[in-house]
């Protein structure tokens, strides 16, 4: 029996760059004249860009058009890009990648991000060439639609019906499920364990490092002393 | 019988200004070389600004004597100050404190910030002079102790033990315990509900709003139409 795969979701699960997205979307909408507050954006990291601008649009009950969206996402990117310095690996997640890659775990990284966005974090946590990231461009749906995992475990020649997810949002843990995967949440993101519990989580750790002191209660067979 | 005072946190549940506390106390800590994950300085927002820096110490065995806590707490005061022209009310606060004004129901301010720091918040809120506003420098302990409630509660001529606390995180529901009042939570500060109400939360609202919707479930004859 081979362990199962792991895929991981990228910012607030092995990166600490959610609030600093939460900030730069924030930017961007004030830019844009939308006003909404910082917590309801914080609740909608990790959905695709698209999917979250129109889920926060909603709330407001303000109409833009494609190209706006379009413009938002823009500016949100080169708003994140001034963050870029303080991107740092949250705690444990080089030892657990690298734990995982010496014991022979597959691993792989999903991420509802753009590759554009993504690289100071993959950079930041020395993701080695040969371990697959799958992030918006590769595919037609981000989280939570399941297809970003789905294409990971592909990538690993995993079936994702027995790999682990890791996330830190309820976006993960719903395209978790619905990617038939078992979802593992992380507290380092800043959603509660209550409502990651709720979404679906089998377990809830606080950070990477507390996920390497566990692996065996997720199945696999390589926990860290 | 008069209807119960309400006493009010400041930031997180009147004014949007918790994630730029936290990126200001994140600036302060890298600064003395002390890294922490941001999710957990969020956690710590709204205690005392020189327990905050003991609890978050206390996760990274650093030890740092006196003048180099008060420090921190400069750095994080002087950083803060670079976010000032972001501050803005919660949806729905103005309304709320007018609405309550207008139906004589007595409310106060009472924060674990100083005078100095919330002087923002209180101008954007449009705070009336006559309201009393509650600090840190008025008291000889902060949250999560109940000081700064029950010395609003005694501005108010009120007893503490009738009054309703609104707060968005678990050290003012803690501190609404110890004051021996019902203690309401709000999901505009960035926690998640349950920890909310496993802290204590009697209800728990989405943002001022929502409370000014629904203020005849904690025992106000005035809820908004």
Redesign the interface.
């Known amino acids: 029996m081979r362990p199962p795969a792991l895929l991981f979701d990228l910012d607030?699960t092995l990166v600490?760059s959610?609030?600093y997205h939460?900030?730069a979307w924030?930017e961007a909408l004030?830019e844009a004249g939308i006003?909404l507050?910082?917590?309801r954006i914080?609740r909608k990291i990790g959905m695709s860009g698209g999917l979250l601008v129109q889920a926060l649009l909603r709330e407001t009950s303000a109409k833009l058009n494609g190209e706006t969206i379009e413009k938002l996402q823009r500016t949100h990117a080169s708003a994140y890009q001034r963050f870029t310095r303080?991107i740092?690996p949250?705690?444990g997640a080089r030892e657990l990648l690298a734990h995982l890659t010496a014991c022979r775990v597959p691993w792989a990284i999903a991420t509802s991000g753009r590759l554009e966005t993504a690289a100071v974090a993959l950079s930041v946590l020395e993701v080695p060439h040969d371990v697959p990231v799958i992030t918006r461009d590769a595919v037609p749906f981000a989280k939570p639609d399941p297809d970003i995992f789905l294409e990971a475990a592909h990538r690993l020649g995993a079936d994702a019906s027995e790999a682990v997810i890791g996330g830190d949002s309820v976006w993960d843990l719903l395209a978790a499920r619905r990617a038939r995967a078992i979802g593992v949440g992380l507290?380092?993101?800043?959603?509660?364990?209550?409502?990651l519990e709720?979404a679906g989580a089998y377990r809830v750790y606080e950070?990477p490092r507390d996920l390497l002191r566990h692996l065996d209660e997720i199945g696999v067979r390589a926990a860290a002393p």
Request: proline share 7%; hydrophobic share 30%; no cysteine.
């Open positions: 607030g600490d959610v609030y939460v900030l924030k004030d006003e507050p910082i917590w914080h303080f740092a949250l705690p507290l380092s993101g800043g959603y509660g364990q209550e409502e709720r950070d």
